[in-house]
């Protein structure tokens, strides 16, 4: 039997543990699918590399409105599909032959399934047959999440073909037409993707709107431009699915309930996205005695410990908030307990942002206006339009904004939330005031903002909001 100094359980964000300063541990890096985890192989990476193509077939449509009159050939989605994967795929092949290299001497991969069998002592279903059973002073749980199938007749019994987000990038060919289940990010991106490369989308709403975790606004935007480009079916309800077949083509057969009653949608493919939940469940958690919330989260503290002393979580497998750049700072978190036991530091989960990155793109960071409400939190609340700022007339954006609130007191921002062009980029600035205390007046007065760039979104909301009472 094996013993580590530490043990990795997933190379997503825990792969980025290891380094020279931890060369002096024996650690074992165990690792049950490819390296590297969901957002480089199948999340964040390569759709967002499918987001660009999409966005460059889409231009027709915003060019209209601008004079420029143009059309869309042809999508070329083997080349793309092969593109991105041929950059990915050998980045996850280095990233494995790396960790096995001479390089990395210190360091046990162990290609298989881990499975806690007691306190500190796992089982690894090697993926070249046989078990091996490792224990480890320390541990590090960094296996992420899943995407969840939820129990409807013909999905959960494997008897239809479906797709889920870890195989659509990879079909050899463009459907006509796709349905998708579900309103949340996997969706409105895919959504995007395909509907831009010509594929009629049908999506499949149960609520009465998409992303409702965000803004109330930005979610009753996003939903009624989506509903303009593709087929958005609200308060609809998957019942069942079938397989049908026909001119030699497969599909699916999907029994819906929505607003005007029951009925049938046939459709080439299904991409289920219906949300992801942590693999603790296969992980021999109560073996190993670490607590679990009752959604699957590891249950840990300020400092990623869980409730197993030497037993540290990341990522997807214990966060709310399941983002690449979350689990990238609680690894980092991580690292540095593993090395300062005595001066560890906390996570820092104040101003968390996330972007979706469809058309229009969106990006959030803290509260929205109805957690303000919720909490009866005192705001003041600016929304600036695109249409009001240069940029925007370039544009001839007549739709989008930002809407910033901020305490009335301290004149410190509370929530930004964007809806309109690069709004992962244009928020930045207000996630810095937001991490670094800043003032909405001193961020809009105490620099010079490039004119006429879309910055000047951020400065014109900042200068909108009403000067804070308190001095
Ligand atoms: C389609 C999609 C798009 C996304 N886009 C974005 C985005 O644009 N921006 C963003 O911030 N986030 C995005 N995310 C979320 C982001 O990918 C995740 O939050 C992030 O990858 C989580 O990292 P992690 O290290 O916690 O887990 P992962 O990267 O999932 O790594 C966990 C690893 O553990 C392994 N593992 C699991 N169980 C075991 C076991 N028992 N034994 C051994 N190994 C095991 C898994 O195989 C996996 O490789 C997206 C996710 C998806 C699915
Ligand atoms: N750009 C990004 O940062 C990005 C992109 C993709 C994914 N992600 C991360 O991955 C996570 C998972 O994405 P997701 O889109 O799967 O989850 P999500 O939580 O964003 O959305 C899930 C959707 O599925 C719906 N749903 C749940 N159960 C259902 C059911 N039984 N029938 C019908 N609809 C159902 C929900 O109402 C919701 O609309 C996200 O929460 C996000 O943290 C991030």
């Given at each position: 039997m094996n013993h580590f100094d530490l043990v990795i359980i997933g190379t997503g964000s825990g792969n980025s543990i290891p380094g020279p300063e931890l060369e002096h541990l024996s650690i074992a890096i165990v690792e049950d699918n490819l390296f590297g985890g969901t957002c480089l192989n199948v999340g964040c990476i390569p759709t967002k590399m499918f987001v660009h193509p999409a966005e460059l077939a889409d231009a027709a449509r915003h060019g209209r409105s601008l004079g420029v009159s143009s059309h869309l050939d042809a999508v070329d989605w083997p080349g793309i599909r092969d593109r991105v994967f041929g950059r990915i795929d050998a980045i996850e092949a280095a990233g494995r032959a790396y960790r096995k290299s001479p390089e990395c001497q210190n360091i046990t991969v162990f290609a298989g399934h881990g499975r806690f069998i007691s306190h500190k002592r796992l089982t690894i279903s090697m993926h070249d047959g046989g078990t091996q059973v490792i224990t480890g002073e320390r541990f590090v749980l960094a296996a992420g999440s899943h995407a969840v199938v939820p129990e409807i007749a013909g999905l959960t019994s494997g008897a239809v073909p479906f797709h889920t987000s870890d195989t659509?990038?990879?079909?050899d060919r463009l459907p006509d037409n796709i349905a998708i289940l579900g309103g949340g990010f996997i969706a409105a991106e895919f959504a995007h993707i395909f509907s831009s490369f010509g594929v009629a989308v049908t999506q499949l709403v149960r609520g009465p709107a998409m992303l409702r975790q965000l803004d109330g606004d930005l979610s009753e935007q996003f939903t009624r431009e989506a509903a303009s480009r593709y087929e958005v079916l609200l308060e609809t309800t998957l019942e069942g699915v079938t397989s049908s077949s026909g001119d030699g083509r497969s599909g699916v057969v999907l029994e819906v309930k929505g607003p005007n009653g029951p009925g049938t949608i046939e459709a080439e493919l299904l991409l289920v996205a219906t949300g992801r939940r942590p693999n603790?469940?296969?992980?021999g958690m109560a073996a190993a005695g670490v607590e679990v919330h009752g959604d699957g989260r590891v249950r840990v503290d300020d400092y990623q410990?869980?409730?197993?002393?030497g037993i540290f979580a990341l990522g997807d497998l214990s966060s709310a908030h399941q983002l690449k750049h979350v689990a990238n700072h609680e690894a980092r978190v991580v690292k540095h307990n593993l090395l300062h036991p005595d001066e560890m530091m906390t996570a820092d989960h104040r101003f968390i942002p996330a972007a979706v990155f469809a058309d229009p793109q969106i990006a959030s960071v803290g509260l929205t206006e109805e957690q303000a409400i919720e909490a009866q939190r005192p705001y003041a609340v600016k929304v600036q339009k695109y249409a009001d700022i240069a940029a925007g007339w370039a544009r001839e954006d007549t739709v989008h904004f930002l809407k910033v609130l901020a305490d009335?007191?301290?004149?410190?921002?509370l929530g930004a939330h964007v809806i309109g062009p690069e709004a992962a980029t244009v928020i930045q600035p207000l996630i810095h005031a937001m991490s670094f205390g800043q003032r909405a007046l001193d961020v809009a007065r105490g620099q010079y903002w490039i004119h006429?760039?879309?910055?000047e979104l951020v400065e014109n909301a900042l200068l909108g909001l009403p000067e804070p009472t308190e001095q």
């Open positions: 659509i990038m990879r079909i603790s469940d296969a992980l410990r869980t409730s197993v002393e009335p007191t301290t004149g410190l921002l006429p760039a879309l910055s």
